[in-house]
DNA sequence: CAACGTTGTTACAACGTTATAAATCAAATG
DNA sequence: CATTTGATTTATAACGTTGTAACAACGTTG
């Protein structure tokens, strides 16, 4: 059996194996492991060839456990959507670029909103990054209460105390899409809304002020659906077999928008040719290939960056209390799934 | 602005405020919180009580610092993968049931596995599972030289010193979708690939193989595709500007396959009626009422829960070498997709 | 009544790191 | 040469928890 480590016992290599192989205090090494300023040039270079050699590998709980401060941010986010995978991808960047870590607590079918919070709480994360967060606004009070909390597009109405709140306008973005299915001569825009998923309200009204600015407050229609590609489906469904079809549909978010060209293709309505698509999120999904859906942008990027920000602000008693909701405007990405409407 | 908690300073409360609210020592609040054996019905009260006061949490950092062991795996998945999202679902509830945490760390377009990886171990996991990794052998074997580690779903050849392999049979599997498809009278079956994907290759050998079985040798056909709805979409205009169209197509994966079945649905080719088409991993893409895609499933729950028995076997000093390698069987998923073919 | 388990509780030290303040030393000043 | 300065380095004490071993308090036993 091979030996697991460069160091005697077997264990892990502690900064203590570090300094007395390199021949300097432990305080020093870890000066040098940490790259604060003091020591000198021979010693940090002593230093770092021990470490190499050893294979020495800074402990961050111990480390997170000494300071005071853990510049550690606790993420929230739900495996299944894809708009949280990219939002996941960008806040690994953000946090970075702000000295912060991020550690990251899925919800499954399996695991609660509760019991990931549970697991960030324990990990000493010193505030949270919740991605659209189902749970009732008392529970997030009572959680910013301890720490400081950011919802990420779950918008918080009344604002809720000490909760953050950072997403996209999705009013506006469900404006900009009507106005674009306007621009191009559409006027049956049918709406396939959200339920109660976060943002969902915001963008019923987006679409219905867009229409009224166009004088089509008679053509407004909306449509039950919901965030997966099977809500999409069936809606889709229920507007086929309707005797006005629409020209346009402006889904929900992208999985409901697939969901909709699926139903679309099969009932063999050629897309954009009779009906136009328009999708939200732009997440990956629109952007394949062969999908090239015409979709409002969240700027996850975006998002991301004044969620941390937020974030951080709080952590270092800069919090502007006037900037408790920051709105991000998205925008449109007009690709292939929407065109002027057929003379019918 | 309200008072963060019920401790004065308003740090968060630890061990030994307490301990000082319940009228105890240090220690004996510790074995309540962790429910040792030893504290009397009484004391556990009281301090559970005073728990409950101060909004007592304990930290989760100082907890493993301090135990040498830290019952933590680190798990490095990709988000984009679906597949991956189901094989973390399980892998909370494996590890769980063990009694064991899990730490995520996500590889993304900007995170390389590198990168994923040096943070788990910073956090001082146990162990690592990897699923899929691409990091080449060599790499793998200098990580299971500091600590086990768990390959999934990449199969490794030979078997790389203190890895464990846990995977599904993927030649089993395509075996089994093409003994479905030939028993339902298909003779004509491509095979996309999934090119270098971890576990592509065994998936052509079990479609190589089965063919062959059948005396279909001379039927054999493989067309270049890949991991993404894009690779199928694409393999699937090749197909059909040939002059001889199969009759059933396995695809790689479910997003592979999805791709190929929306190339169908445009070209106006009825799946099943024309064409079978037959995916791999049972995601839950697969599973989505408009889609009903014939798979094969992975067993997402099979893989994570021997994967965890894997690793803490290893940790545990329990470790059998003859199981180096584990292999679950994959099961065939018959949905909607796929249908004796039609007589031309 | 002394010796003895039991049961419940506590003091103390440790885990690996970092913040603080004190110590060392060479070079530079008076 | 004594003294100050500044740059490095070090000793010490934490951070919040748990393992160990010791300690009471108690009724049991011989």
Known sequence: MPSRSAVPDGKRPTLSDLAARAGVSVPLASMVMRGAKGPSAASRERVLRAAQEIGYRPDSRARLLRSSRSHLVGVQFDLRQPFHADMVEALYAAAGAAGYQIALSAVTASRSEQEAVEALLADRCEALILLSPHAPAARLAEL?????????????????????VVRAADDEGARQAVDHLVALGHRDIVHIDGGRA???????RGYKSAMKHHGLTDRVRLVPGGLTEDHGAAAARTLLTDSSRPTAILAFNDHCAIGVLDTLLRARIPVPDEISVVGFDDSHLARLAHVQLTTVGQEARQLARRAVSRAVARLEGEAADDEREVVVTPHLVIRSTTRAPCRS
Chains 1, 2 share one sequence.
Do not use: C, I, N
């Open 144 to 164: 910013a209460a301890q720490l400081p909390v950011v919802s990420v597009a779950r918008r918080l109405r009344p604002l809720t105390d000490g909760v953050d």
């Open 198 to 204: 976060p943002g969902a309200a915001d963008r019923r």
